[in-house]
């Protein structure tokens, strides 16, 4: 499967932006799905993932209550909307998935087969 991020940009604190990750070659309905982010000299962290079914949803403390993971099986794209955005959200966004994912792994990046290209969020004080 391959995945295709986009819907970053430049946005003041406070603002909003949505992420769009859109797939191709095979349905996303049986993936768990996910959201990373890399800040400059960081390592990837998780923000946010999805259950295959969407039965569960997981956000990174951080993030909780200002983002918001969602999926449309329908057009095979996973979402996520950020509200209240700091200027440490500031990172490039990744979208991952995986259709083996196992119990409690979906924080771990190294878990995640397939990757999207990332897309640039920067949020100015």
């Known amino acids: 499967v391959q995945l295709q991020a986009s819907g970053g940009g430049l946005v003041q604190a406070g603002g909003s932006l949505t992420l769009s990750c859109a797939a191709s070659?095979?349905?996303?309905?049986?993936?768990?799905m996910a959201w990373f982010r890399q800040a400059p000299g960081k390592e990837r962290e998780f923000v946010a993932a999805m259950a295959w079914r969407a039965t569960s949803t997981y956000h990174a403390d951080s993030v909780k209550g200002r983002f918001a993971i969602s999926r449309d099986d329908g057009s095979d794209t996973l979402y996520l909307q950020m509200n209240s955005l700091k200027p440490e959200d500031t990172a490039v966004y990744y979208c991952?998935?995986?259709?083996?994912?196992?119990?409690?792994?979906?924080?771990?990046?190294?878990?995640?087969?397939?990757w999207g290209q990332g897309t640039q969020v920067t949020v100015s004080s």
């Open positions: 070659g095979r349905t996303l309905s049986m993936f768990d």
């Open positions: 991952a998935a995986d259709d083996n994912l196992g119990d409690g792994s979906a924080y771990d990046a190294a878990k995640y087969t397939y």
